[in-house]
Nanobody, 115 residues
Framework: VQLQASGGGLVQSGGFLRLSCAAS????????MGWYRQAPGKQRELVAR???????NYADFVKGRFTISRDSAKNTVYLQMNSLKPEDTAVYYC??????????WGQGTEVTVSS
């Protein structure tokens, strides 16, 4: 499986962005896909994930602002980010986890929120 993340950019506080993660390759074994982020000097942290069954979970710091969704026909997972804050500034990575626990990471897309 290969993942291609896109959609990052520079936005003002309160603005929005939509990230996309397009998957290609052997997709039948994907159990869940997720978005993580890593700010400078900090550890990578989970933002949101969605399972093959459509269940979602979110980090507390994005609940009510971010929404993860998927388009199975396009093999793409999206992260709609609204009401962005400067503290959301980070490189955002998507990943895919197989049923056997194997994890693949995309290349990351940078999000910068100015105050």
């Amino acid at each position: 499986v290969q993942l291609q993340a896109s959609g990052g950019g520079l936005v003002q506080s309160g603005g929005f962005l939509r990230l996309s993660c397009a998957a290609s390759g052997r997709l039948v074994n994907i159990d869940a896909m997720g978005w993580y982020r890593q700010a400078p000097g900090k550890q990578r942290e989970l933002v949101a994930r969605i399972t093959s069954g459509g269940s979602t979970n979110y980090a507390d710091f994005v609940k009510g602002r971010f929404t993860i969704s998927r388009d199975s026909a396009k093999n793409t997972v999206y992260l709609q980010m609204n009401s962005l804050k400067p503290e959301d500034t980070a490189v955002y990575y998507c990943n895919a986890v197989s049923y056997s626990g194997y994890t693949v990471w995309g290349q990351g897309t940078e999000v910068t929120v100015s105050s």
